[in-house]
DNA sequence: CGCATCTTTGAACTGGTTCAAGATCCGTGG
DNA sequence: CCACGGATCTTGAACCAGTTCAAAGATGCG
């Protein structure tokens, strides 16, 4: 059940400018100069699907940065039920809580496989206080996650479950594949607070009004006007006024 | 509709010293040195029910410490109705993203009548530079909001609807008073993700069976025993087991 | 190939919605 | 001070989306 995390070791920082994802991360728009205070290590981690990356009440040392894959928030309930709080997908910061708490609040578990960047607390601190660039980075994160929950909540927590189903697949597209690739069906019933048999009922359905277009085991290419459509939104992605 | 503030010019910050929630809030753990780097006014806003504090898309240039009322953040849906994001209680801190953004991201209306400080955003910025106490502040309130959407979420927005009314009913009850005052029917829809009739028809039933006394319109003392239980939480607020 | 896990489907049931009609509250003006 | 009118709240009854429980297909793994 627990499954642990497998880490690969990356002493040379000069790498993260090359990065992939480096402009939509948080080490964004360090300069070189900013990269030289940093004197500790940034691990690479690969997370497979289902390995958890940190539990609740974990001690907090590092953030994240997510290179690739998908990763959950959960929040357990107390009839132990899983609600997942919301999705980091690549680019996005895990864990922020460790630079203000000595514990983390969520379970964090890969969904699909992942490659993350650990990044030890002492760095940022140090950064935040001698960077006025990651210093505002850090606070733009911190946006992100507030602005990433509200969103979460309208969109993912609001509506009828086809609605809810269709966002989420749009969320999930892949705009450079094209392709959507879905969690599995207790996921989806947690992120969207539906039970299992209704996310499978309704992914059957957009299967056979073809909103939703077979290519592999979980993986769809997506009409996504069609899905705009059922979530009630424009075609533009703008609101759909009643 | 769009009711103007009420706003009283307050000239001097040695009342910050002896404000009453300043425990609980922003200024928190700010010395006498850190006060002597405010110059900019900090003004006091009165704000009936109703009154709008600022609207999604309004330039943001200050944020807003809450002394004493109640705050509902709102996201607007595509078809019209409002969804409550979360709600701001006395300590709080509205509208940070005025740090980090051109403008405010929710609605922020008072749903009960309000007492708050606006804090220009340069006080902050000059506080955050030099005062390393404001600065670890900043961060934990970024951290609060974030935590308080995750909660928001998990709290009132999963499980049966009466669930949800029993855990409203126990998040507004004042432990000073033992009192809950409830917002109106169509306000705890939208942040409970269900119908006004749904809303009224679980609180009349409450009612019936006791776990409200009525106290006068819309104010009631609470059987907090018995909601706990109702909400799925046990008697001393933790967790239930199934 | 066979077992465990995940997904789909069916059928009965139920919590919540919808629509519609009364009841209650509250401010306003006579 | 009371009576009127608008808004909010409550209640009823029919309906429907989503749940529940159960069982039959898929799918993947050793």
Redesign the interface.
């Known amino acids: 059940m627990n499954h642990t995390a497998n880490h690969v070791f990356r002493p040379d920082l000069a790498r993260c400018r090359d990065c992939g994802v480096r402009k939509f991360a948080l080490f964004n728009n360090l300069t070189d100069e900013d990269f030289k205070l940093v004197h500790m290590p940034v691990e690479d981690i690969a997370l497979a699907k289902r390995d958890i990356l940190y539990n609740a009440g974990d001690l907090a040392q590092s953030i994240y940065t997510l290179r690739s894959g998908l990763i959950k928030l959960v ?1 357990y ?4 039920n899983q ?1 997942v ?1 919301r999705l980091v997908r690549p680019g996005g910061t895990i864990g ?2 460790a ?3 000595e514990c983390f ?2 379970h964090a578990e890969a969904i699909q496989d992942s490659r993350l960047c650990r990044i030890p607390i002492a760095v940022i601190e140090k950064l935040d206080s001698e960077s006025p660039r990651l210093h ?1 980075q ?3 994160r ?2 992100q ?3 990433d ?2 969103n ?3 969109q993912m ?3 009828t479950a086809r609605e809810r189903v269709a966002r989420l697949c749009l969320f999930l597209n892949d705009s450079e594949t094209g392709n959507c690739q879905l969690p599995g069906r207790e996921d989806i019933g947690a992120m969207l ?1 539906i039970t299992t048999e209704t996310a499978s009922r309704i992914i059957a359905d957009f299967r056979r009004i073809e909103l939703l277009d077979f290519q592999a085991r979980n993986i769809f290419h997506l009409d996504v006007d069609g899905l705009r459509d059922v979530a ?2 424009d075609e533009d992605g703008s ?4």
């Open positions: 929040h309930l107390p009839d132990g609600r709080v922020l809580e630079i203000v708490s609040t969520h505002k850090v606070l733009n911190w946006h996650a507030v602005m929950s509200d979460w909540l309208t927590s609001t509506g607070g009630g939104m609101a759909n006024q009643v």
